[in-house]
């Protein structure tokens, strides 16, 4: 692709521009430490907040390159130095021509909202796999083609990792993809230019918000999907979980801007309905009406915030193929994650659930799931994430306090922040009359150990904020740990 061509797209882009070679673009690169950059590598340095990549721009001219983006004021002789704004978008744009739009070439199914995503877009997949489609998966945990996978960086990757996966997805003979799609990926153009055949808006509750600062840009944010559903793919539909004052705001929005919307309720009219609903630690048991039509549900994962994700996958789904629906409805219920809402039966008959739940609503479904099975006794052991939104902390510990028979407030990933800090501000959310529920053990292993140690036959023990994580972050460094290994590798287990 010449460098012309590229010019030509982002032109409206462009601050200034020092071309001495319309150079013949092979490759595209972000990483300096890229062992394939040479003389026709296109490379986004990009100055972030962390990291200002131009500073590696000498040391990858010496290595033959020649041609730089930029969305720094920054000039180097004999080289093609493109200063842009809005550097994301313009990477999205150059991102997708260069690999020739493939996400045109497959079926895309975009997840969004607080919670859910994971799950629902777990469930997509294999739902489309079982029914003979192959395809990716993008999502917090994990990005896979067909059987290969790779451990997630990001939740939404960077628009030039997107494009390249979505790219190897078509050349793997890929017919889709199911993507997580989070409010920082909408709001910091990393899906920019995605033609979604289908989006999902499963929830909305307080999360991001040291990002955002109010439920309303939070909102918005996510409402990019539906907007840009509409723009790029005139057939495209979005599925909504209406049972919440921000699921009936989308659902108005898709109407305002003409976007075919499939609706999931428990309790109102829907174009997918759920009923007589059964939880237990054997999974959910359940009935869908769809098209006068009522179908058998026996999802493997538990509660009932599973009963939409289920409603809300097979809405999905179903905008593709609908030939197959007792097919799908198999491979949606037989999905399992790790880390949502993980259950472990120890050999001294108490259970311990690991689950991704890290914020307050989200805390208190996953224990109010827990408690709905009657259990002898349930404990929580949870923490909160450092340098991250101090306002759910309280929250968090109000909820916990207020759930649970028994709380222990430990180490998430703190990050930069002292962990006792952390602690603090938890416990601030915690009435005076709970206090006697409450253990602080700030070392996380510590916390876990001594949850097990002291549990009784019939108890519940939820585990809850890092789910899949197999790491926490103290200081700058990740350092190795899993919660299930914990559990799993204690005498109980």
Same mark, same amino acid.
């Given at each position: 692709?010449?460098?012309?061509?590229?010019?030509?797209?982002?032109?409206?882009?462009?601050? !200034?521009?020092?071309?001495?070679?319309?150079?013949?673009?092979?490759?595209?690169?972000?990483?300096?430490?890229?062992?394939?950059?040479?003389?026709?590598?296109?490379?986004?340095?990009?100055?972030?907040?962390?990291?200002?990549?131009?500073?590696?721009?000498?040391?990858?001219?010496?290595?033959?390159?020649?041609?730089?983006?930029?969305?720094?004021?920054?000039?180097?002789?004999?080289?093609?130095?493109?200063?842009?704004?809005?550097?994301?978008?313009?990477?999205?744009?150059?991102?997708?021509?260069?690999?020739?739009?493939?996400?045109?070439?497959?079926?895309?199914?975009?997840?969004?909202?607080?919670?859910?995503?994971?799950?629902?877009?777990?469930?997509?997949?294999?739902?489309?796999?079982?029914?003979?489609?192959?395809?990716?998966?993008?999502?917090?945990?994990?990005?896979?083609?067909?059987?290969?996978?790779?451990?997630?960086?990001?939740?939404?990757?960077?628009?030039?990792?997107?494009?390249?996966?979505?790219?190897?997805?078509?050349?793997?003979?890929?017919?889709?993809?199911?993507?997580?799609?989070?409010?920082?990926?909408?709001?910091?153009?990393?899906?920019?230019?995605?033609?979604?055949?289908?989006?999902?808006?499963?929830?909305?509750?307080?999360?991001?918000?040291?990002?955002?600062?109010?439920?309303?840009?939070?909102?918005?944010?996510?409402?990019?999907?539906?907007?840009?559903?509409?723009?790029?793919?005139?057939?495209?539909?979005?599925?909504?979980?209406?049972?919440?004052?921000?699921?009936?705001?989308?659902?108005?929005?898709?109407?305002?801007?003409?976007?075919?919307?499939?609706?999931? !309720?428990?309790?109102?009219?829907?174009?997918?309905?759920?009923?007589?609903?059964?939880?237990?630690?054997?999974?959910?048991?359940?009935?869908?009406?769809?098209?006068?039509?009522?179908?058998?549900?026996?999802?493997?994962?538990?509660?009932?915030?599973?009963?939409?994700?289920?409603?809300?996958?097979?809405?999905?789904?179903?905008?593709?193929?609908?030939?197959?629906?007792?097919?799908?409805?198999?491979?949606? !219920?037989?999905?399992?994650?790790?880390?949502?809402?993980?259950?472990?039966?120890?050999?001294?008959?108490?259970?311990?659930?690991?689950?991704?739940?890290?914020?307050?609503?989200?805390?208190?479904?996953?224990?109010?799931?827990?408690?709905?099975?009657?259990?002898?006794?349930?404990?929580?052991?949870?923490?909160?994430?450092?340098?991250?939104?101090?306002?759910?902390?309280?929250?968090?510990?109000?909820?916990?306090?207020?759930?649970?028979?028994?709380?222990?407030?430990?180490?998430?990933?703190?990050?930069?922040?002292?962990?006792?800090?952390?602690?603090?501000?938890?416990?601030?959310?915690?009435?005076?009359?709970?206090?006697?529920?409450?253990?602080?053990?700030?070392?996380?292993?510590?916390?876990?150990?001594?949850?097990?140690?002291?549990?009784?036959?019939?108890?519940?023990?939820?585990?809850?904020?890092?789910?899949?994580?197999?790491?926490?972050?103290?200081?700058?460094?990740?350092?190795?740990?899993?919660?299930?290994?914990?559990?799993?590798?204690?005498?109980?287990?």
């Amino acid at each position: 692709m010449k460098l012309s061509n590229i010019l030509t797209l982002i032109e409206n882009y462009i601050i !200034s521009k020092r071309i001495v070679e319309d150079t013949d673009i092979k490759s595209i690169s972000e990483n300096s430490e890229d062992y394939f950059i040479d003389k026709n590598t296109l490379f986004f340095a990009i100055e972030g907040s962390k990291v200002d990549a131009t500073k590696f721009i000498p040391e990858l001219i010496s290595k033959g390159c020649k041609t730089f983006i930029t969305n720094k004021n920054v000039d180097y002789e004999k080289v093609n130095v493109i200063v842009v704004n809005n550097v994301r978008r313009v990477e999205a744009i150059v991102a997708k021509n260069f690999f020739r739009k493939p996400d045109e070439k497959i079926k895309v199914i975009g997840v969004t909202g607080t919670k859910g995503k994971t799950t629902i877009s777990y469930m997509v997949f294999n739902a489309l796999q079982g029914i003979g489609m192959k395809g990716g998966l993008i999502g917090t945990i994990e990005y896979r083609i067909n059987d290969s996978s790779i451990v997630a960086e990001n939740t939404t990757p960077g628009p030039l990792h997107l494009y390249t996966f979505l790219n190897d997805i078509v050349n793997n003979s890929g017919e889709f993809v199911s993507m997580e799609v989070s409010s920082h990926g909408l709001e910091t153009d990393r899906v920019y230019g995605i033609k979604f055949d289908v989006g999902i808006f499963t929830n909305l509750s307080r999360e991001h918000l040291d990002f955002h600062q109010t439920m309303e840009n939070y909102f918005n944010a996510k409402m990019k999907l539906l907007y840009q559903i509409k723009e790029l793919n005139p057939n495209g539909k979005i599925v909504i979980n209406i049972d919440t004052e921000w699921g009936e705001k989308a659902h108005k929005i898709s109407k305002e801007i003409n976007l075919e919307a499939i609706t999931c !309720s428990l309790t109102k009219k829907a174009d997918i309905v759920a009923k007589d609903i059964t939880i237990s630690l054997d999974g959910n048991r359940f009935i869908v009406e769809y098209q006068g039509k009522e179908y058998k549900f026996h999802t493997k994962m538990v509660g009932l915030h599973n009963v939409y994700n289920a409603m809300c996958a097979l809405g999905a789904v179903l905008t593709l193929r609908q030939d197959k629906i007792e097919e799908i409805i198999k491979h949606i !219920s037989q999905t399992t994650v790790k880390g949502r809402f993980e259950i472990l039966k120890s050999n001294r008959g108490f259970f311990v659930v690991i689950d991704y739940a890290h914020t307050p609503d989200s805390l208190e479904k996953t224990l109010e799931t827990g408690k709905s099975f009657s259990p002898e006794k349930l404990t929580v052991v949870f923490g909160a994430g450092g340098d991250r939104d101090k306002g759910k902390r309280p929250l968090m510990g109000e909820v916990a306090s207020r759930i649970a028979d028994k709380v222990i407030i430990t180490s998430d990933n703190p990050r930069t922040e002292n962990p006792y800090s952390i602690i603090s501000d938890i416990l601030n959310g915690i009435p005076d009359e709970r206090k006697n529920k409450i253990k602080v053990i700030e070392n996380r292993k510590e916390a876990i150990k001594t949850a097990l140690k002291e549990a009784i036959k019939g108890e519940i023990i939820i585990i809850a904020g890092k789910g899949h994580e197999e790491y926490q972050i103290i200081g700058s460094e990740k350092i190795p740990f899993s919660d299930k290994e914990e559990v799993t590798k204690s005498e109980y287990f």
